[in-house]
């Protein structure tokens, strides 16, 4: 074309979680059965929506607002059951005017991003959920600014590099938390979400907490919501029903927004992503509608809590096997459906392989790898081809260790159990093949 139509961020716009498939399917296609480790997806995995969710979810479509528009913000009657629900934590108070619904918490990260001035810059964690990270690059032009988690306490945030990359990086104008954490499972307890808080307060800085797991919570961990700890500073906590209810294909989230009036320019930033629903019109009306109905029934409760015990049992199950393994660290999650492994610095090198037993995906394989791939994505690729077990890399989630993701969504118990023992030995086999 006569002038560059690609936006300067366009290839910072990199999803590893599904851009991995593509891979997968090539090998599937050449005759490889996979397990698919790499999506977050409850109801792909086997789990089923419980019937009375069904039921109310029935009795919303028999009603003929679930299928008009809605108001740009969202449900007003949702809104406000929402900004109740809220208060009655404590903390900061909201009315239905703070609550805004998009389609989708992507929905909702791609405009939080797209509103901010270029030069404005979020400081996330890491390892990086990929739709944050993206959609910061993308928006700056710039690689995605982290701040460390630490994989040896349990992945928490390291409070002073937080602060330092703040202090000597003014284009930081807020800093972003997932809590309960993807891709780590980590769950942070409320002294540290406060030393968060309290840095913003000190810089000038708003606060974004993606709670989207917040009501997935187990071994020993408790959610603190930031609406509980953010005080009088400006804050954004992004909420959805695509993994408690579950219901992924709802493409159904919310921010809640704090203190909007504390500051003119947050306040004139908020406007900004309201306006631009404006130009949508409005998000999805049925799930919105649903809300209300399932989350006041007093089985919601009971259904969060065995959701809970279902993924902790999983988690010591992966936990058991996965650490009898040499060579890695497997870090026990205490949030969402995630878990993690860390190789040991320096165990992975370039002469490490898995046999394939496929003629045709041997070939693939030595197209996929090369010298400049990172080391653990090499890993992943072998356990493909080799075993067949889809994962994501944790250098794909911004993180300078290498490791990988696998769920705990897998509802078929003997399959799940198998998974994790044919995972460990691959990963045995693999660190044993470079010796």
Same mark, same amino acid.
């Given at each position: 074309?006569?002038?560059?139509?690609?936006?300067?961020?366009?290839?910072?716009?990199?999803?590893?979680?599904?851009?991995?498939?593509?891979?997968?399917?090539?090998?599937?296609?050449?005759?490889?059965?996979?397990?698919?480790?790499?999506?977050?997806? /409850?109801?792909?995995?086997? $789990?089923? *929506? #419980?019937?009375?969710?069904? &039921?109310?979810? =029935?009795? !919303?479509?028999?009603?003929?607002?679930?299928?008009?528009?809605?108001?740009?913000?969202?449900?007003?009657?949702?809104?406000?059951?929402?900004?109740?629900?809220?208060?009655?934590?404590?903390?900061?108070?909201?009315?239905?005017?703070?609550?805004?619904?998009?389609?989708?918490?992507?929905?909702?990260?791609?405009?939080?991003?797209?509103?901010?001035?270029?030069?404005?810059?979020?400081?996330?964690?890491?390892?990086?959920?990929?739709?944050?990270?993206?959609?910061?690059?993308?928006?700056?032009?710039?690689?995605?600014?982290?701040?460390?988690?630490?994989?040896?306490?349990?992945?928490?945030?390291?409070?002073?590099?937080?602060?330092?990359?703040?202090?000597?990086?003014?284009?930081?104008?807020?800093?972003?938390?997932?809590?309960?954490?993807?891709?780590?499972?980590?769950?942070? /307890?409320?002294?540290?979400? $406060?030393? *968060? #808080?309290?840095?913003?307060? &000190?810089?000038? =800085?708003? !606060?974004?907490?993606?709670?989207?797991?917040?009501?997935?919570?187990?071994?020993?961990?408790?959610?603190?919501?930031?609406?509980?700890?953010?005080?009088?500073?400006?804050?954004?906590?992004?909420?959805?029903?695509?993994?408690?209810?579950?219901?992924?294909?709802?493409?159904?989230?919310?921010?809640?927004?704090?203190?909007?009036?504390?500051?003119?320019?947050?306040?004139?930033?908020?406007?900004?992503?309201?306006?631009?629903?404006?130009?949508?019109?409005?998000?999805?009306?049925?799930?919105?509608?649903?809300?209300?109905?399932?989350?006041?029934?007093?089985?919601?409760?009971?259904?969060?809590?065995?959701?809970?015990?279902?993924?902790?049992?999983?988690?010591?199950?992966?936990?058991?096997?996965?650490?009898?393994?040499?060579?890695?660290?497997?870090?026990?999650?205490?949030?969402?459906?995630?878990?993690?492994?860390?190789?040991?610095?320096?165990?992975?090198?370039?002469?490490?392989?898995?046999?394939?037993?496929?003629?045709?995906?041997?070939?693939?394989?030595?197209?996929?790898?090369?010298?400049?791939?990172?080391?653990?994505?090499?890993?992943?690729?072998?356990?493909?081809?080799?075993?067949?077990?889809?994962?994501?890399?944790?250098?794909?989630?911004?993180?300078?260790?290498?490791?990988?993701?696998?769920?705990?969504?897998?509802?078929?118990?003997?399959?799940?159990?198998?998974?994790?023992?044919?995972?460990?030995?691959?990963?045995?086999?693999?660190?044993?093949?470079?010796?």
């Amino acid at each position: 074309m006569r002038r560059n139509i690609v936006h300067p961020g366009a290839d910072s716009l990199t999803y590893e979680i599904r851009s991995i498939v593509a891979i997968g399917r090539r090998i599937v296609n050449m005759g490889v059965e996979m397990t698919w480790e790499n999506i977050g997806d /409850p109801i792909a995995k086997g $789990e089923e *929506v #419980v019937p009375w969710i069904k &039921e109310k979810t =029935l009795e !919303v479509m028999e009603n003929n607002l679930a299928w008009g528009y809605c108001d740009s913000k969202g449900v007003e009657q949702t809104r406000q059951f929402l900004s109740e629900y809220v208060n009655q934590r404590g903390g900061a108070q909201i009315n239905s005017d703070d609550i805004l619904f998009f389609n989708g918490l992507g929905d909702a990260i791609s405009k939080i991003f797209s509103g901010l001035r270029r030069e404005a810059r979020i400081l996330g964690p890491s390892p990086a959920y990929s739709t944050h990270s993206s959609a910061e690059a993308a928006h700056s032009g710039y690689e995605h600014l982290t701040y460390r988690c630490d994989s040896n306490r349990g992945w928490l945030p390291d409070i002073e590099d937080i602060r330092n990359k703040v202090k000597y990086n003014d284009t930081i104008t807020g800093i972003l938390l997932i809590s309960p954490n993807n891709p780590t499972g980590a769950v942070y /307890p409320k002294h540290v979400l $406060e030393a *968060v #808080v309290d840095i913003a307060r &000190e810089y000038d =800085l708003m !606060v974004i907490n993606d709670e989207i797991y917040s009501h997935i919570v187990y071994n020993g961990a408790e959610t603190v919501h930031l609406s509980e700890v953010i005080g009088d500073v400006p804050g954004i906590a992004l909420r959805g029903i695509s993994k408690e209810f579950p219901w992924p294909g709802s493409r159904c989230g919310w921010l809640e927004v704090f203190n909007r009036g504390s500051d003119s320019n947050f306040d004139r930033y908020i406007k900004s992503l309201a306006d631009s629903k404006m130009l949508e019109v409005c998000s999805t009306s049925m799930p919105q509608l649903v809300i209300p109905k399932v989350y006041s029934d007093p089985r919601y409760v009971e259904h969060l809590q065995m959701r809970a015990k279902m993924y902790e049992k999983r988690s010591q199950e992966a936990y058991d096997i996965l650490s009898q393994v040499d060579g890695v660290k497997v870090v026990k999650p205490q949030g969402a459906f995630y878990m993690t492994v860390v190789f040991e610095p320096g165990i992975l090198n370039e002469r490490q392989s898995l046999p394939a037993a496929n003629q045709n995906v041997r070939n693939y394989m030595e197209e996929l790898i090369h010298p400049g791939l990172s080391l653990d994505q090499r890993f992943a690729y072998h356990l493909m081809a080799s075993v067949g077990i889809c994962i994501v890399p944790l250098s794909s989630f911004c993180c300078n260790q290498y490791g990988f993701r696998f769920t705990l969504l897998e509802t078929d118990d003997a399959k799940r159990k198998q998974t994790f023992i044919r995972m460990a030995k691959g990963i045995k086999d693999f660190l044993a093949s470079g010796d």
